[in-house]
């Protein structure tokens, strides 16, 4: 999401910093270009008039046409007021007295049921217990989706043939099995109708949630945000989630609800995985869109995946020199579990650029080197110099690639080795690293 938008941006602030000083008529052209550019990721009309006067306000200033420096002012002040548009982020508020009732509202398609696990999930790690209760009677195998989210990630559903029994029995059941949260993934149309918001309406009288999530689909654009308008107006919202975010989504439903619609996003689905939920921080996605990177998000993706026994283990065997294919598979699957590589330098300073160059087949060459490796034997992976012409031949052929690129791996695994060694005797050092103590 925002790929385009995040290249034109970056096209108009290369042309300002080509500026020794900025005048009136040069503001204006660059915020006719950031105009332009913002219609195109498909944000609101009056989102982008509002948003463009106050940079026009703030870009006349005195800070601003007096700066030695006026393209990196102007970036600070298209920084700030993106956050301000995206609004504050806001975690979940939890009742007085558990269990809390959190309703997901949303389309067909949107991804509520999905999303139900991903916040259970969530409240997990921060060491709550969640019950997913299934509160879709229309759709066809909406509860056994649920029940098979529930059995995958070791949660209890609850589920019952009476919709309007379900407050009631579902807090029963929650203090049975001692949750927290209740979570309702409720019913949903294909499009906004006179049957569903009732219904609706009429389940967030018996349950009174302390939350009450939209799950909004990012690819839908503007229509997204007239959707959320219609469920403010006839439920009322407490918070948004933005499902599909990894995907082609222009960004114009991101930049546009929270202003339009009054309500704070809460999350971000950033992938079909348990896994892939983030919560939503305003700053973090203004640097990203503006090519900063997002270094935080990507330590706590980290922390999340890294084990630390293992990292342990990986750093000694780095002081000794050694490392093998084994080390380079088990690397490969833990950097897998983080999200895409395109993703992954997104969050990267610098690397922004970079990462839209990524492609779909780039991501497939990571698959094509684990194919390679795991047509290995275990003895050949430990020790690649066993690896001879004959053996090279038939790990390509299990693997279904090619010898040259058989060949390709060994070589880079070659180099790689040759830089841990020296890492190991202490002659390379990488920026901030504490020498390593000789063996």
């Not at 809390?100 to 949303?106: E, Y």
Request: aromatic letters at 4%.
């Amino acid at each position: 999401m925002f790929e385009l938008l995040s290249e034109r941006l970056g096209q108009i602030f290369k042309k300002l910093s080509g500026h020794g000083r900025l005048g009136e008529k040069d503001i204006d052209e660059a915020l006719r270009q950031v105009r332009i550019a913002l219609l195109e990721a498909d944000v609101n009309l009056q989102v982008v008039r509002n948003f463009t006067a106050r940079l026009r306000q703030r870009a006349l200033g005195a800070d601003v046409l007096e700066s030695l420096s006026p393209a990196q002012q102007i970036i600070k002040i298209v920084r700030e007021e993106l956050i301000s548009v995206l609004g504050p982020g806001a975690p979940l508020t939890p009742a007085p007295h558990p269990p809390s009732v959190l309703m997901l509202v949303g389309l067909q398609g949107a991804g509520k049921t999905t999303t139900a696990a991903k916040l259970a999930l969530h409240l997990r790690r921060q060491g709550q217990h969640a019950l997913l209760v299934a509160a879709d009677p229309y759709r066809p195998a909406a509860r056994e989706q649920l029940e098979v989210l529930g059995r995958q990630l070791n949660f209890p559903v609850y589920s019952s043939g009476d919709v309007t029994d379900l407050s009631r029995g579902a807090v029963a059941r929650a203090k049975e099995v001692g949750a927290s949260w209740l979570i309702f993934d409720t019913a949903g149309r294909l499009h906004v109708d006179q049957e569903l918001m009732p219904e609706l309406k009429e389940l967030r009288t018996r349950l009174s949630p302390s939350e009450v999530l939209l799950v909004v689909d990012a690819m839908t654009g503007q229509e997204g945000v007239k959707v959320a308008e219609e469920f403010q107006r006839a439920v009322g919202l407490t918070g948004l989630v933005l499902t599909k975010v990894d995907g082609d989504a222009r960004g114009g439903v991101a930049l546009s609800v929270r202003e339009v619609v009054g309500v704070p996003i809460k999350f971000l689905g950033t992938g079909e995985k348990a896994e892939a939920l983030e919560p939503f921080h305003p700053d973090r996605l203004a640097s990203r869109i503006l090519g900063m990177g997002d270094m935080l998000t990507l330590i706590e993706k980290a922390e999340e995946v890294w084990d630390e026994k293992k990292a342990r283990e990986m750093e000694h065997k780095l002081k000794e020199g050694r490392f093998d294919l084994e080390d380079f598979l088990g690397q490969m699957r833990e950097m897998k579990k983080m999200g895409p590589l395109s993703s992954l330098l997104g969050m990267v300073p610098g690397l922004s650029g970079l990462a839209r160059q990524i492609s779909p087949a780039d991501e497939g060459r990571v698959k094509r080197v684990e194919a390679i490796i795991l047509s290995m034997t275990p003895e050949e992976r430990r020790n690649s110099q066993s690896i001879d012409g004959s053996r090279r031949r038939r790990i390509a052929r299990g693997s279904g690639t090619s010898l040259q690129e058989v060949n390709q791996l060994l070589n880079q695994l070659r180099e790689v080795q040759k830089m841990v060694i020296a890492m190991g005797r202490g002659k390379i050092r990488l920026p901030g690293m504490p020498r390593l103590p000789m063996k």
